[in-house]
């Protein structure tokens, strides 16, 4: 796989734009175990649908990388490889394939996604995906069954859809203005 200028550019961007969204005071609510409700998952929702699937599955592989390596990146300053083994590990895990399902699938248009689709195409890797890689290990980590755990994720999804929203409307505005991108 060759990397141009425009796609490490493109890379670094994405994982910094991550990381600036950890800035924002993670919410940790008794229910949710452990796992903070923060704006981070939003990063990969846009990763993808703005640099695309390789470029943006880079950019969140790159982020989970420097968060392992113990740069204090995550929500309220946390980073290490230790919060891999914790109920987050999971979660984190996903938005690197969470970003690449959303560019892939926005890649299956030519011209611009409408936004219905976009929503949709963001709410499958951003939700769905982050949650198959978030839920099990969660579920593992915890000692707790996948069922029960997938019940306590339920306190995300106004949040999450939130962010789907957010994130399309983002992605309208940016592509519209570069089109090119």
């Not at 999971?90 to 219905?116: D, K, M, N």
Request: proline residues 6%; aromatic residues 10%.
């Amino acid at each position: 796989m060759t990397l141009n200028t425009r796609d490490i550019v493109m890379i670094a961007l994405f994982a910094a734009l991550t990381a600036a969204l950890g800035l924002f005071p993670p919410i940790t609510l008794p229910i949710a175990g452990g796992v903070p409700i923060t704006a981070q998952s939003m990063g990969c929702m846009l990763a993808g649908a703005l640099a695309g699937a390789k470029r943006g599955g880079l950019a969140l592989a790159l982020f989970a990388l420097l968060v392992a390596i113990g740069l204090p990146l995550m929500a309220g300053g946390r980073g290490g490889f230790g919060l891999f083994l914790t109920p987050s590990g999971g979660f984190i895990i996903g938005f690197a394939a969470a970003a690449f399902v959303i560019g892939w699938l926005f890649a299956r248009h030519s011209g611009e996604v409408p936004l219905v689709t976009s929503i949709i195409y963001i709410a499958i890797g951003g939700i769905g995906v982050v949650y198959l890689f978030g839920i099990p290990w969660w579920a593992y980590t915890a000692e707790q069954s996948i069922a029960v755990v997938a019940g306590k994720c339920t306190v995300f999804l106004p949040g999450d859809s939130i962010k789907v929203v957010l994130a399309a409307l983002i992605a309208r505005g940016v592509r519209r203005s570069y089109p090119g991108l």
